[in-house]
């Protein structure tokens, strides 16, 4: 996808980001040696007037050189992220830590197929807001802490 501008509220949406033939080596355990090979990078996306919500990137997208939302939390899933977020759980969420540390696992541990993620506070919609508010502020600050976060 290249040159795109998003704006309103996307809910719930999917973007794939691997081509047929791609998917095809991907089925049959090759694996891509680098962005390039995948040719799914996103350039020129500008989502800066959108707010994204529940929305996810899926098979090898790249989101590092998109414009993002100040309302949402777009991240690279990267190996100094989830250590950090379990760290700042742990100090920071009290009555929630138990259900963050088992939610966590689902959406921020770092993975070859997914190595960005798209957090908005309105994620969860089956939590509390009080869980949704501090794990959206916990996901912002891991992020931040590590260089993870999309600027």
């Not at 809910?11 to 980001?17: E, L, T, V």
């Not at 950090?84 to 770092?110: D, R, S």
């Amino acid at each position: 996808m290249q040159n795109c501008i998003f704006e309103g509220r996307l809910y719930d949406c999917s973007f794939a980001g691997v081509k047929n033939d791609h998917f095809k080596e991907l089925v049959n355990n090759k694996r891509p040696k680098t962005v390039a090979d995948l040719d799914n990078r996103m350039l020129n996306i500008d989502f800066s007037k959108a707010d994204l919500v529940s929305c996810n990137f899926t098979t090898y997208i790249h989101l590092d050189l998109v414009k993002p939302s100040p309302n949402n939390c777009i991240l690279k899933l990267t190996e100094e992220f989830y250590p950090e977020l379990q760290k700042l759980i742990k100090q920071k969420a009290g009555t929630l830590t138990e259900e963050m540390l088992n939610y966590i696992p689902l959406f921020c541990k770092p993975h070859e197929q997914i190595p960005y993620r798209c957090f908005h506070k309105e994620d969860n919609r089956y939590k509390s807001p009080e869980f949704n508010k501090l794990y959206y502020e916990l996901i912002c600050e891991a992020a931040k802490n590590t260089n993870a976060r999309i600027l």
